[in-house]
């Protein structure tokens, strides 16, 4: 079986694609090509894991400026060429789009050339590419049913499973990741994140609060930033006498999710189905140029479950951030959601079998 998936520029999109790809390669003669671009997070984390991706010229629409667009818009005949290229070339059986800037292309090219294929959406509100592909794709895989991504696709092709992330994120050993970090056993840990770049206003806001977090007895922090604002952040931390260690980026990311008490992140679906399985306690920052705001959606979906505030970057202080980093303290943490990760990627998985069995 001979499996496409297209996606990725972030985290959000690409994660999933990388769990559905590896309960594909369980099946015997099995074979995984995952199609990026080589500005996205896949041009160098796939590498990482060991699978195989190639890359086609495709820019950004939404939310880009006019002169951006025309660019995006001249270079998608490129793009559907080059995804028709590398489909007749590598000749799968089924493609899966879950997201990002080549997923659209991709799923297109696999329609034109009359390949069945797989949508899945992984945010509580469909993105501009899923939503344009619904109406063509033989299946649209909904990994946040009930709030109101399927209003965009027929019912019939619908179908709704657990959340889909990376295999073994709710199994970190706390202790192993206080050591492993260099963190201090028994304090509260606050990990911040902007999602798989870091996220610049998250952290200045972190930075400012530092002067306000250091009255607090046994807090520390773990922070991932990116690259371009580790040295400022952890110089802050470090001037405040903040407890904090500062990372441009974390691997471990099942390690950081153990240690954490509260985490302060974007609100992306990776991210959100992430800390629902971990039953971490969170405040959410949505990224307000989210495509269609889909990060807000994203975050409401917790935020109803009693287990998250919602703070709007427009919102955003020092003294605010603050506030409800140090009300969490003392506070349970949420109920784990089940991990259906597994159980979602070989459903999918058995899709991409029934497909190729009835052709």
Known sequence: MKVVIAGGGTGGHLYPGIAIAREVLKERDSDVLFIGTEQGIEAKELPREGLPVRFITVGKLKGMSLGYIMKTMVTLPLSLMQSMSLLREKRPDVVIGVGGYSSGPVALAAWVVRIPFL??????????????LGRLASKVILCFPGTGAERFFPAKKTKKVGPLVRKGIDEGNREKAFKDFGLLPGSFTVFVMGGSGGAHAINMAMKDAAGILNKIENLQ???????????????????????????????????????????????????????????????????????????????????????????????????????????????????????????????????????????
Request: proline share 3%.
């Open 221 to 359: 922090i773990l922070h991932q930033t990116g690259e371009k604002d580790v040295a400022d952040v952890a110089a802050r931390y470090r001037d405040a006498g903040v407890k904090a260690v500062v990372l441009p980026y974390i691997h471990d990311m099942a390690g950081a999710y153990a240690a954490a008490d509260l985490v302060v992140s974007r609100a992306g679906a990776t991210t959100v189905a992430e800390l629902a399985v971990c039953g971490k306690r969170a405040v959410l920052i949505p990224f307000p140029f989210a495509a269609d705001n889909h990060q807000e959606y994203n975050a409401r979906t917790l935020a109803e479950r009693g287990t998250a505030v919602v703070l709007a970057q427009r919102d955003l202080t020092a003294e605010t951030l603050a506030r409800l980093i140090v009300q969490s303290i003392g506070q349970e943490a949420p109920l784990r959601t089940a991990n259906m990760a597994n159980t979602a990627a070989e459903e999918i998985a058995r899709m991409c079998k029934d497909y190729v069995q009835a052709n």
């Open 119 to 132: 949508i899945v959406e992984p945010n509580s509100y469909a993105g501009l590419a899923n939503r344009n």
